[in-house]
């Protein structure tokens, strides 16, 4: 599995500026709020993409906020890492103190600022060599490590500190397949979920 199927629903950006939506489990009327926000649904290889084309930082915000706040009613197990959407009018990012880069099963860290530093060592992550890169916790597996990249993600939210996440997906095309499900329908073990609210 990719880190993209642990959530019932998540969110994320291409390198080339596209926002996307992955549903996991079947949620009613998903469809229609995305499309009605304006997301293009595409069948990408076994899963239903909904698909944001590159544009404004303010649009994409909108857009996202609308299907968010639409999907929240029905599941709270969300996990939103688009940097596309990250805009506020009265800060808006350009050069953000926080960069994450997921690739190959691991996560690097880059921080900018003392503040930023200091948030993503209260988090587990510690510094190598040159001061200003991070490694994740040890021992993290995929899951681990989505919940400890959203946990960092949100707590420097709530702090005004600009966050990117990449997610190592260059273009709609190279998000992962959906994983191969089993013929007879397992029940679903209850998990906690790694959830990121944003206000809009």
């Known amino acids: 599995m990719s880190l993209l199927d642990f959530p019932d629903v998540f969110i994320g950006s291409t390198d080339d500026g596209h926002t996307f939506v992955v549903i996991n489990r079947r949620i009613r009327d998903a469809d229609r709020l995305l499309t009605e926000a304006g997301f293009l649904a595409r069948e990408h290889l076994g899963r239903t993409l909904y698909l944001l084309p ?12 609308i299907a968010m706040y639409g999907l929240l009613a029905h599941t709270h197990d969300l996990v939103d890492l688009c940097w596309t959407t990250r805009w506020s009018p009265d800060s808006p990012v350009s050069d953000p103190e926080i960069r994450f ?16 530093r200091s948030l993503l060592e209260q988090h587990g992550f510690t510094p190598v060599a040159n001061g200003s890169s ?3 916790p040890d021992g993290l597996d995929e899951r681990g490590l989505l919940g400890a990249v959203t946990a960092a993600e949100t ?3 709530t702090h005004g500190l600009g966050v990117r996440v990449d997610l190592g997906i260059p273009t709609p095309a190279d998000i992962p397949p959906a994983p191969r499900r089993p013929s007879a329908a ?3 073990t ?3 979920p790694s959830t990121r609210r944003r206000t809009r």
């Open 54 to 65: 590159p544009g404004t930082a303010q649009d994409a915000h909108e857009r996202a906020g």
């Open 155 to 157: 707590h420097a939210y």
């Open 101 to 116: 880069h997921f690739s190959a099963g691991t996560v690097a860290v880059t921080a900018r600022t003392a503040a930023a």
């Open 186 to 188: 397992a029940p679903r």
């Open 134 to 136: 991070y490694r994740p």
């Open 190 to 192: 209850p998990t906690t």
